[in-house]
């Protein structure tokens, strides 16, 4: 595809990798822009009086930019032990599911709070689809790959499955936020014409575009075999 960098696979890979780096970065900006204090008149963080504040830029830096960097983490580090990428590769995911849970916890005590009904939207259904499924592939590839690690022959059998949920739950992750979006646009005053709404929506499309981008570059640099790690020759035996 990048014709003019494909003698050079390595080189191409990591200035794609900084790109998407950019996109993911200021994907995180701009959600951490929605509620802040003192841009726009009525806004602002708060945990106690509204806990939705951080329900977006939780699910957004977990479930999109640390998973995302996390599904990269092997062709990124490609000259680095296979067992050391893989314990990272566990972390990063750890501290995605981390992030989501608060974020999910905001969003439940927001709705409490409300005494809203829960689970009613098609935002929330797809939001559960895709923590359940993440919860389950981390489970999975933990037991399967690093304790207690079954054997080689199991391991060479799930790991395209393992690699193909993987991506399927990014994507998934990536429309989820998507269509939190739009639904936050319907639930709010997102579509007035007033000033403060008027660059809020910016900030909030901004943020769409950059974060579909950023998706978008993580799910072409997993899917080139270009950018794969070589098989190691010790391929953790
Ligand atoms: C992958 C990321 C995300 C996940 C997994 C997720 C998950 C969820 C879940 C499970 C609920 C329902 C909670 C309940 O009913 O008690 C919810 C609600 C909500 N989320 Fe998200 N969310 C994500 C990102 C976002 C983003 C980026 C926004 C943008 C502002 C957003 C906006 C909303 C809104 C407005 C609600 C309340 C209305 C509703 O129940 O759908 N979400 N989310």
């Known amino acids: 595809m990048f014709g003019i960098l494909d003698k050079n696979t390595e080189l191409t890979y990591r200035i794609l990798l900084i790109i998407c780096e950019i996109f993911g970065i200021i994907s995180i900006i701009l959600v951490s822009?929605?509620?802040?204090?003192?841009?726009y008149s009525n806004y602002y963080y708060d945990w106690n009086a509204n806990p939705f504040s951080y329900h977006p830029v939780m699910?957004?830096?977990?479930?999109?930019?640390?998973?995302g960097n996390a599904i990269l983490l092997y062709r990124t580090l490609?000259?680095?032990r296979k067992l050391i990428v893989k314990i990272l590769h566990a972390g990063f995911l750890i501290i995605s599911l981390t992030f989501a849970l608060v974020g999910l916890v905001a969003i439940i005590r927001y709705k409490m709070s409300r005494s809203s009904i829960h689970f009613i939207s098609f935002h929330s259904w797809l939001g559960l689809t895709t923590l359940i499924l993440f919860f389950f592939q981390w489970i999975f590839g933990f037991v399967t790959f690093?304790?207690?690690k079954l054997s080689l022959k199991i391991r060479s059998a799930y790991m395209p499955t393992h690699r193909l949920w993987g991506r399927i739950i990014f994507v998934l992750a990536v429309v989820t936020v998507i269509a939190g979006l739009s639904e936050h646009g319907y639930g709010s005053s997102f579509f007035t014409t007033n000033d403060v709404e008027q660059k809020r929506r910016l900030?909030?499309?901004f943020f769409g575009v950059f974060t579909a981008l950023f998706g978008i570059l993580v799910i072409y640099l997993v899917s080139t075999s270009d950018y794969q790690r070589p098989p190691d020759e010790n391929v953790d035996k």
């Open 146 to 148: 690093l304790f207690p």
């Open 78 to 80: 490609k000259s680095t």
């Open 33 to 39: 822009l929605f509620y802040a204090q003192g841009l």
């Open 59 to 67: 699910m957004t830096t977990g479930l999109v930019f640390c998973f």
């Open 203 to 205: 900030i909030i499309n």
